[in-house]
């Protein structure tokens, strides 16, 4: 069965950096894109990232871009996301999610999520 | 494009049906999405491409609209339904999510 365990969370201060990654298990990892999408305490969800299956292109959220950085190791069956210059509004649960295969091309599995908490 | 969602809370009881709408500030097309979540739960697909039943939803979910209006129906509200619910589109980057739909018990 198809599973996603996001880890790396945690305490960090502003202006710094953090990187969260997602073990994938049960399906063919390389032929997938992946997205993180995250959820600030007691909010909705905000798209935060997309990689295609090869690594070849990436999108980002508006307010994230610069700043956060998608990435995967398909040898691995790891997603990664690095997160630089970090703002209290980053503080969120962060959830990877697997893209669909056409035609259903949105998040049909997600993992249950890592808490980043950006305080000084 | 901004996607809203109305109600933001829907207080029903069970066997009722619920209807929540998502309207997007532009065209999406058909290229809308909604997930439910569940307290506690990570968000699990319901509809995708409008009106289109992901694996293992139950019949009583159902999607319609295109371009800029969009509904969830949900025919006869059964105690597991009392979520919150997302749309999402994915006809213009960045992707996007609604505010979200809270169907309470009433």
């Known amino acids: 069965q198809v599973q996603l365990v996001e880890s790396g969370g945690g305490v960090v201060q502003p202006g710094r950096s953090l990187r969260l990654s997602c073990a994938a298990s049960g399906f063919t990892f390389s032929a997938y894109g992946m997205h993180w999408v995250r959820q600030a305490p007691g909010k909705g969800l905000e798209w935060v990232a997309i990689i295609w299956y090869d690594g070849s292109k990436t999108f980002y959220g508006d307010s994230v871009e610069g700043r956060f950085t998608i990435s995967r190791d398909n040898s691995k069956n790891t997603l990664s996301l690095q997160m630089n210059s970090l703002r209290a509004e980053d503080t969120a649960l962060y959830y990877c999610a697997r893209e669909g295969s056409d035609p259903i091309k949105y998040s049909d599995y997600w993992g249950q999520g890592t808490l980043v908490t950006v305080s000084s | 494009i901004v996607l809203t969602q109305s109600p933001a809370t829907l207080s029903l009881s069970p066997g009722e049906r619920a209807t929540l709408s998502c309207r997007a500030s532009h065209s999406v097309s058909i290229y809308l999405a909604w997930y439910q979540q569940r307290p506690g739960q990570a968000p699990r697909l319901l509809i995708y491409d409008a009106s289109n039943r992901a694996t293992g939803i139950p019949a009583r979910f159902s999607g319609s609209g295109s371009g800029t209006d969009f509904i969830l129906t949900i025919s006869s509200l059964e105690p597991e339904d009392f979520a919150v619910y997302y749309c999402?589109?994915?006809?213009?980057?960045?992707?996007?999510f609604g505010g979200g739909t809270k169907v309470e018990i009433k």
């Open positions: 999402q589109q994915r006809s213009n980057w960045p992707l996007t």
